[in-house]
């Protein structure tokens, strides 16, 4: 016998009706084997025992004072286990992209939507909702931060977290005054520390080689399906510069690194014009399909 639209309901508390858009039903908590919902009862339990949470830690760069994720889990992970919950996740999505910062660097930027099941041992309800997390990284850290970022959203706002002392409802502040707020904390940072020695700068050869590489370094070239493919990787690009520093100011060093770069180059652009793929640091990057073959790896592009 098919079930009526009140069954339906019953069965899924806050899911939508069927009309509405797949996006309205991210959180959404399903009845255990034996009809119960404790899941409920045990989040609204852990909610009246949580307090607020003071922010003890500060961000390096920016001065903001924010709560760590070891200090969350610190406090969530022995209610969980009292109330009898565990938390499931899975990774939904994941953007990836390069940045360059103003300093010159280059990070790896993530976007990632994480799916979390919370689900009780005892009658088997589940609650599960979405959550976003984003994080900028110049090392392989970047996907981890941004779970991270993810996680936290997730827990504080299913248990409604209070923070202290700091407010972080959007009303609290405005972009613009944020943006002064810090260009204050910079000054007077600068202000305290000595004064920095002015680099001399490069001679006239040396500055036409370093712009150069650092042309080189950015470069791509555009595979058979069309696709703009990079050279270099953020990684690599951020350890060649670095290397570059070190060099620039001897010229034959400089040229060398310069050549052998663009030999290294040469080799890749050759590679995505007649694979559209690239090899960085000896891991295969396939960016075509799967009839597309494996480029050659030289015996200078192992070192």
Known sequence: MEKT???KRERNLFA???EESEAAAEEVIERGPTGGILIVSKIVAIMGRLGAMRKTERNKDQGYMFWGIEALLKKLSKEMAAE???VLQDALSSTKEDRAYKSGGTGIRVSVKMRYTMVCAEDGS???MSAYGEAIDSSDKATNKAETAAFKNALKRLFLIETEPQSTDPDHGSPEAGERQQQGR???RAQQQPPREKEAPLPEDNAAVYGALMVLLNDTEISPDKRRIPLFDGTERIA?????DTEKRNLQALNSFYQDTKAK???RRKDAKEHGRVVYLGEAVLSAGPAAQPPSVSAEERK
């Open 240 to 244: 060649l510069k670095r290397q570059a």
């Open 265 to 267: 180059a040469d080799m």
């Open 5 to 7: 639209d009140q069954e």
């Open 84 to 86: 009898r919950i565990v």
């Open 16 to 18: 939508p009706p069927e």
């Open 186 to 188: 910079n000054q007077q």
């Open 126 to 128: 589940t609650l599960r």
